[in-house]
């Protein structure tokens, strides 16, 4: 019966790798300069939006596989770049004590889980991505009451291992 388990888990993780993989032909077909416009009816609407300070656009797309889809637009409506964020180097990128709320947020999206310690005074929000292609991991972001970056940390991801 263990087996069986871990065969189906291995098969389910499998399934969603070539099920992300199969997302990326699309996001390989946007290259910088393509109009916002184009960029919209080619893979929808983004799930979030965030303005810049410098007046671009930062859209993301959650695909399977523990991945997120980052457009960057430029001010006149342009694709910049497209790139997959949730990546150890991107997420390893958190300067502590530097960053706040809003940088992660508009680095990396929603995360897709948030919590409160009271005991620590620090509000966590947690990331999950792919290591590579056979194993996962959260990062956690730890900020302080007024929002500042105070602690990260990477785990292993429980939830996707069997």
């Not at 871990?6 to 996001?27: R, Y």
């Not at 939006?49 to 797309?61: H, I, K, T």
């Not at 958190?94 to 005074?121: C, S």
């Not at 929000?125 to 990260?152: C, I, K, N, Q």
Request: proline letters at 7%; glycine letters at 8%.
């Amino acid at each position: 019966m263990r087996f069986e388990k871990s065969s189906l888990s291995v098969g389910i993780v499998l399934l969603a790798l070539t099920v992300g993989g199969c997302a990326s032909p699309a996001w390989q077909s946007i290259t910088p300069g393509t109009s916002q416009a184009e960029l919209q009816a080619r893979v929808g609407t983004p799930a979030e939006s965030y303005q810049m300070p410098d007046g671009s656009l930062r859209w993301f797309y959650p695909a399977p596989g523990e991945t997120k889809w980052a457009a960057e637009i430029d001010p006149r409506g342009h694709v910049v770049s497209v790139r997959q964020v949730l990546t150890a180097e991107d997420l390893g990128q958190a300067r502590i004590g530097g960053w706040n709320m809003q940088d992660v947020l508009f680095r990396f999206g929603k995360p897709a889980e948030t919590a409160y310690f009271p005991l620590m005074h620090r509000t966590v929000w947690s990331y999950r991505y792919a290591e590579d292609s056979a194993s996962f991991s959260t990062m956690h972001f730890y900020f302080d009451p007024e929002g500042v970056l105070r602690l990260t940390q990477v785990m292993p991801d429980f939830l996707l291992v069997s």
